[in-house]
C-alpha cells in the first residue's frame, strides 16, 4: 500500500513539473489564470503533504 502512496507521489510532482514547463510563455494573468493555478497548487501541495504523513503511518 506504501509503494502505491510513493508511486502517486512521484505522478503527482511529475505532473507538476510538466505543468510549471507549459506554463512558460503563456500570459498568465490574463483572465484569472494565476488565481486558478495558485488554488490548484496549494490543493496539490496541501494533498502531497497529506499522503506522505499517510505514507509513514502505512509503513509503521
Do not use: N, Y
Amino acid at each position: 500500500m506504501a509503494h502505491q502512496v510513493d508511486r502517486v507521489l512521484d505522478d503527482l510532482h511529475s505532473a507538476m513539473t510538466q505543468l510549471k514547463r507549459a506554463m512558460h510563455g503563456i500570459p498568465v494573468r490574463k483572465e484569472g489564470f494565476k488565481a486558478h493555478h495558485d488554488r490548484a497548487a496549494r490543493a496539490v501541495g496541501r494533498l502531497t503533504a497529506e499522503l506522505q504523513d499517510a505514507s509513514a503511518a502505512i509503513q509503521d
